[in-house]
Structures are given as structure tokens and as C-alpha cells.
């Protein structure tokens, strides 16, 4: 990702995450021009005719952060990203977003590979991540009582698929487990799904 490319990104995320889903969850510019200052390495984009059409953003955790991982927040240090730190083990990753138009086409796992080229490339312990369920509550309304554990299970054993965690296990990274207050995500229960690849 390059400056020139801010603007695309910023309108990709709006054309991937249209409302209802909350405005303040989505980068602005601001956000990206941190992102870039403090390590360019790890923001990716993919361009088709002069469009971006494809985004992921990274940065560096800690050792300690990565094994807490409380809220989104705390982890990463909020959109501006004041958790970075720039000898952290885990390239932790943030987002990735697919245009509507472009999706099915392979770009999220070039995207991903070009995370774990870059954890290999630095050497690092990880690539991670926490992703949302966002057929969680659609589950739960259907089988009572069921938590978010139970969820995330049947897309691990694969009996159920969820847009989200289910790519990612095809891109071949790990479910540690469930993260619960992870942040505001009706759909998901406020929980996340935490994720690890290592080279």
C-alpha cells in the first residue's frame, strides 16, 4: 500500500462493510497515514485497472500482548494502532477486505500469502489474528442455549460454515480457541475466534 492508495482503501471498506454495520469500526485516512508512518511493510493492497479492489492491514504485537489478548482495543491499541510495537513476534492481523465484485477470485489468499511471506521474511514467531462468527447469532437463535464455543466448533469440525472463520481455515491457520468482550459485534456475540499460522 502507498499514499496514493489511501483513498481506495478507505472507499473499499465502505463498499465491503456497508450499513448498518458501525461506521467507527471502519478505517478513515488518519488511520491508514498511521498504519503506513509506523510500518509499511505489513499493508497490502491489490489494484485492477487503476482501482484498489483488495486490502489487509498488519501490524507488530508483543510476545505478552499476544498471549493476553483481551479486547481488540487493548491488543492492537485501537485504529491508530498504539499497541505497535516494531520488535513484536506476531505480525497480528487487523482486517482484510474483498470488493463484492472481486470476491471468489482468489484475492484473499494472495492477500494471506503475503502475510506469511512477511513473517517468514522478518522472521517472526507467528502470523495471528482474531476473526469474527458473524453467523453466530443466527445459530444461537436456533439451537438454545448453544454458546459461542459450540459455534466455533462446528465450523472447525466443519459441520457448519461461517463467512468468515471458514475461509481462514482453509488458508491453513489455527483456531486456539474463542475471545469473549472482543468488541461490539451483535452478530458475533461480542467474541472472536483466535487464529495462528506458523512458518
Known amino acids: 500500500m502507498s499514499h496514493e492508495d489511501l483513498d481506495g482503501a478507505v472507499a473499499l471498506q465502505r463498499a ?3 450499513a448498518p454495520f458501525p ?3 471502519l ?7 498511521r498504519h503506513l508512518a509506523i510500518f509499511p511493510a505489513g499493508q497490502f493492497v ?3 485497472e487503476g482501482q484498489v479492489i483488495a486490502s489487509a492491514s498488519s501490524t507488530r504485537i508483543s510476545e505478552v500482548d499476544w ?8 491488543t492492537v491499541g485501537g485504529p491508530y494502532l498504539e499497541s505497535f510495537d516494531p520488535t513484536g513476534s506476531t505480525l497480528y492481523g ?12 482468489g484475492l484473499g489468499r494472495l492477500l494471506y500469502q503475503a502475510r506469511f511471506n512477511l513473517v517468514a521474511s ?3 514467531t507467528r502470523y495471528g489474528t482474531a476473526c469474527r462468527l458473524p453467523g453466530f447469532q443466527v445459530f444461537s437463535q436456533s439451537q438454545t442455549g448453544a454458546t459461542v464455543e459450540d459455534y466455533a466448533d462446528h465450523i472447525v469440525q466443519g459441520r457448519l460454515q461461517d463467512r468468515t472463520l471458514t475461509p481462514l481455515l482453509r488458508y491453513e491457520l489455527t483456531f486456539l480457541g474463542v ?4 468488541m461490539d459485534d451483535d452478530e458475533s456475540g461480542n467474541a472472536a475466534a483466535q487464529l495462528e499460522w506458523k512458518p
Do not use: K, M
Not at 478505517?27 to 497515514?33: A, G, I, K, T
Not at 475471545?179 to 472482543?182: N, T
Open 67 to 74: 498471549a493476553a489478548h483481551t479486547s481488540w482495543e487493548e
Open 23 to 25: 461506521e467507527n469500526l
Open 94 to 105: 487487523l482486517d482484510i477486505s474483498v470488493h463484492p465484485e472481486h470476491r471468489g477470485q
Open 16 to 18: 465491503c462493510f456497508p
Open 46 to 48: 491489490s489494484i485492477q
Open 27 to 33: 478505517w478513515n485516512r488518519s488511520h491508514l497515514e
Open 122 to 124: 522478518l522472521g517472526l
Open 179 to 182: 475471545i469473549h468482550d472482543y
